[in-house]
């Protein structure tokens, strides 16, 4: 929107745009890229999943420029990939394949493969550590040849999905979906949306929104409340087909993602057969055995994969992936409404722009408050 409040207001945005330069430098040390880059990873990861770039570097950079807001962040980082041409399409990512950083299911105590905590905060305590206040580089350093003298000693972890093992067992209903996605950043989002879509959309919304959606159905505003088969975060290999040898691949790089598959207890929709009464099992020679192939109950899968180490948003997206593939009268369950109202620029664009100059449809609304109180007025005087 191209706004102009009053003559010479040219002047003043310019004025203002020039204030942002001495805000975004206060204080005398300077704040290197690479310093907000290492030092600050769960932010970057935050910005580069919701303007959907893995660009560590860029993603500082926009921090940096935008004052460490994340939605001014994500939009300058959103606006740059733009401009970018797309040269090759990687080939489909198996998360299966990834190096392992950390791993965990709620779900089973054993596991094959094994649980690896890796880095979390989710058992410290949340004290303030003051000593950090007058961290050296010395501390630093301390801290990462502590790290470095185990270097060579660990073993490059990876591991099958968990839920590979329960489709073996016909205890998951959910089908895999081999259907070509749908890129949203080149086609427009339109109702009733593929999954793909829906993925694509959830993991660059807003984490905030996304969690706090995903909380109000798990607290029964939605159908879901999951058990978490299995959480894995490491890096992730980028293929594209060799553009001579088309039976060849090449590795373009990695990127570092979490993933989560929750698991929800759901009644088979096909169990309509005699295995619920052993009478009619006897009576067409089954026996006491009951036909495996139709259980009451299976299993339902919700799938959330994100940029970086981001726990929490990989786990509400999954229940919301699980929630809008399942029908009901939940609002959760109106992916018209989940898709979209979470897309950080969208809202906070919106909101923003309220803003801006309205004098126009202000004075319009006055005017009809204004006639509405003279005619009130009038009736009365009557």
Not at 174 to 196: C, G, K, N, V
């Amino acid at each position: 929107m191209a706004y102009v409040a009053v003559a010479g207001g040219r002047e003043a945005i310019e004025k203002s745009i020039e204030l942002l330069s001495l805000y975004r430098t206060g204080g005398t040390k300077n704040i290197e890229i690479e310093a907000i880059r290492d030092r600050m990873s769960l932010l970057i990861d935050k910005v580069m999943g919701e303007a959907g770039f893995y660009a560590p570097d860029y993603a500082a950079l926009a921090l940096k420029q935008s004052e460490g807001s994340l939605e001014e962040a994500v939009f300058l980082l959103r606006a740059y990939r733009s401009t970018l041409s797309r040269n090759y399409c990687s080939l489909p990512v198996d998360c299966a394949d990834m190096t392992l950083i950390r791993r965990i299911s709620s779900a089973f105590k054993d596991i094959p493969g094994g649980q690896y905590l890796g880095p979390t905060y989710d058992y410290t305590h949340r004290l303030l550590k003051f000593f950090l206040i007058n961290e050296k580089e010395q501390d630093v350093r301390e801290i990462k040849e502590h790290w470095e003298s185990f270097t060579g000693q660990e073993e490059e972890l990876t591991a099958g999905r968990i839920t590979e093992l329960l489709r073996r067992e016909g205890l998951i209903s959910a089908e895999l979906d081999d259907s070509a996605p749908l890129d949203i950043t080149q086609f427009p989002l339109t109702f009733p949306a593929p999954r793909s879509a829906r993925l694509q959309t959830i993991a660059r919304a807003e984490t905030g929104y996304v969690c706090g959606l995903a909380y109000a159905g798990i607290r029964g505003f939605g159908p879901a409340h999951p058990t978490i088969g299995e959480l894995r975060t490491g890096m992730a290999e980028v293929n594209i087909a060799h553009p001579l040898f088309p039976d060849e691949t090449i590795s373009v790089g990695e990127f570092c993602a979490t993933e989560v598959e929750s698991l929800f207890p759901v009644e088979d929709e096909n169990n309509q057969s005699d295995n619920a009464d052993p009478l009619k099992r006897l009576e067409s020679g089954k026996g006491d055995k009951a036909d495996t192939s139709t259980n009451r109950l299976s299993l339902g899968i919700g799938y959330g994969l994100v940029f970086g180490r981001n726990d929490n948003k990989a786990i509400a997206m999954s229940v919301l992936d699980y929630l809008l593939e399942t029908e009901g009268d939940s609002i959760l369950q109106d992916e018209e409404f989940v898709l979209l109202h979470g897309d950080c620029l969208e809202m906070s664009g919106f909101i923003s722009h309220l803003k801006l100059p309205h004098y126009v449809t202000f004075q319009s609304k006055l005017d009809r408050v204004r006639h509405t109180r003279r005619k009130k007025e009038q009736e009365n005087g009557q």
